[in-house]
């Protein structure tokens, strides 16, 4: 059997571009749940385009809304955008006819040009048309990558957008985490003092031991010490969020309430929230535009065709240059095939195949990694809830225990480093479970962020391929 033509050889591998997408995509996973989504209470899902509203606190709307319009990153994304849509308009241009003017005058002189009686000026005005004709889709091709590499900055877009959010929202419920601690070290602090100064006072009348009185200083010093922790750590949270609102004087006073109770996650969600997720949208248009530059790398080989049109006036007088009987009027069509280029053209396609290999790696890497970052962030919720029942019902004893030793203080039964005692052990439990409500306000920041934005399932047409 006789070989194929080149050309038709080009023309088959380039209808075959699509099957490395293909196959990566059907090695991708297809789990309709994720494998962590446990039973929960039904809460209705946030909106994507406001996920951080589910939470209820102006504030912290307030901060969001500032830093999606002042933060660098999502400048950064919005300039990265434009470069894109830039490079799309000048992908469309390139299907268009291009026309130019030109117009020049010359003054000739000297012995030889004045020896055959030539000597004078020249004014010469032309204008040119000329119109590359697609004929094998290699200017669509290009125009429908550079369409793709948009979808993917407005995707990147969206990803720096959610990004931003769940950053302020991290780190603002981080600040709340560490007033609220900082409250009840300060009445830790408190109940140690007068800790020290009663067994101070006892061992001064003989009933407890200096041993007694440096237990209860060194566990003073280690309150303070703790409060001095927090409240550098409230410090670098609150640079923190100016630095993500954009607005380095930002200022928050503590405040003087605890963290709600962040919203529950419904059951059963399905993994078609995860085409939401703009990066996972980003690497596969990303994918897309790879595969069409490919395409357009293999039509190298293949033959152009450019029409041209060109005209103009020649005159020594330039008010006479258009009606001028010195005329000039011309139509080209080229046709050109690339010569021997020593490998270059090869080399190209060598290489689009590898530019797409590896934003196919990239997308599998993309989709995989969302799926991790949900099943992380269910694990770490559920586990998170039984630890915060324990501590609400660890909690709820130390109240009891230190009721019913204010009621003993009271009717003489015990003492007052008793009631101190339990005092103590209450407010250590507390903290406790405060951490354990941070984190799971956390743990649900992060969930959100990695579903995208909401837990609803992603429209139709999200992360499709469109021209």
């Known amino acids: 059997m006789p070989p194929l033509p080149k050309s038709l050889c080009v023309l088959t591998a380039a209808v075959a571009v699509a099957l490395p997408a293909a196959a990566w995509a059907a090695s991708l996973p297809q789990a309709t749940r994720f494998s962590e989504a446990g039973p929960t209470a039904v809460t209705a899902a946030p909106s994507e385009a406001a996920w951080w509203r589910v939470f209820g606190d102006p504030m912290l709307a307030d901060l969001v809304s500032r830093g999606l319009r002042d933060g660098v990153s999502v400048q950064e994304a919005t300039a990265r955008l434009g470069q894109a849509r830039a490079h799309l308009v000048a992908a469309d241009a390139a299907r268009l006819p291009v026309a130019s003017l030109a117009a020049s005058g010359s003054d000739q002189a000297g012995p030889l040009i004045n020896a055959i009686g030539g000597a004078g000026g020249l004014a010469q005005a032309s204008a040119r048309l000329s119109w590359e004709a697609d004929l094998f889709g290699r200017l669509s091709k290009s125009r429908a990558a550079a369409r793709s590499d948009v979808r993917a900055g407005e995707a990147l877009l969206r990803d720096a957008r959610l990004l931003t959010a769940a950053d302020i929202a991290r780190t603002y419920a981080s600040l709340r985490m560490a007033d609220e601690e900082a409250r ?17 006072g006892r061992r001064q009348s003989g009933l407890e031991t200096d041993l007694a009185v440096a237990r209860a200083a060194a566990e003073l010093g280690e309150i303070e010490a703790d409060a001095l922790t927090v409240e550098r750590r409230r410090r670098e949270l609150l640079h923190g969020l100016a630095f993500l609102v954009g607005d380095p004087g930002l200022s928050l006073p503590p405040s003087a309430t605890a963290l709600d109770a962040p919203p529950a996650i419904p059951p059963g969600i399905p993994s078609a929230v995860l085409a939401r997720r703009p990066d996972v949208a980003a690497a596969q248009s990303a994918l897309n ?25 020649a005159s020594p007088q330039l008010a006479d240059l258009v009606s001028s009987s010195v005329r000039s009027l011309g139509l ?41 970052d949900v099943d992380d962030q269910l694990s770490a919720l559920r586990v998170l809830e039984q630890q915060a029942a324990v501590a609400g019902r ?27 005692d339990a005092r103590r052990t209450d407010l250590r439990d507390r903290r406790a479970a405060a951490q354990l409500r941070g984190a799971r306000y956390l743990a649900t920041i992060s969930l959100i962020q990695a579903m995208g934005g909401s837990w609803d399932p992603a429209p139709a047409g999200v992360g499709q391929a469109s021209d």
């Open 394 to 420: 660890t909690v709820e004893a130390a109240d009891r225990a230190l009721a019913l030793s204010a009621s003993r203080r009271g009717n003489g039964l015990a003492s007052q480093l008793e009631v101190l």
């Open 289 to 313: 535009a790879a595969q069409l530059r490919l395409g357009v790398a293999r039509t190298a080989w293949l033959p152009s065709l450019t029409l041209t049109a060109g005209g103009g006036f």
């Open 184 to 200: 009840l070290l300060g009445e830790a602090r408190d109940s140690a003092r007068d800790v020290v100064r009663i067994t101070e």
């Open 332 to 372: 080209d069509l080229i046709m050109a095939l690339p010569p021997f280029d020593g490998g270059r053209r090869k080399s190209g396609i060598a290489a689009a195949q590898a530019d797409l290999d590896l934003a196919a790696a990239r997308y599998r890497r993309q989709v995989l990694t969302a799926f991790r």
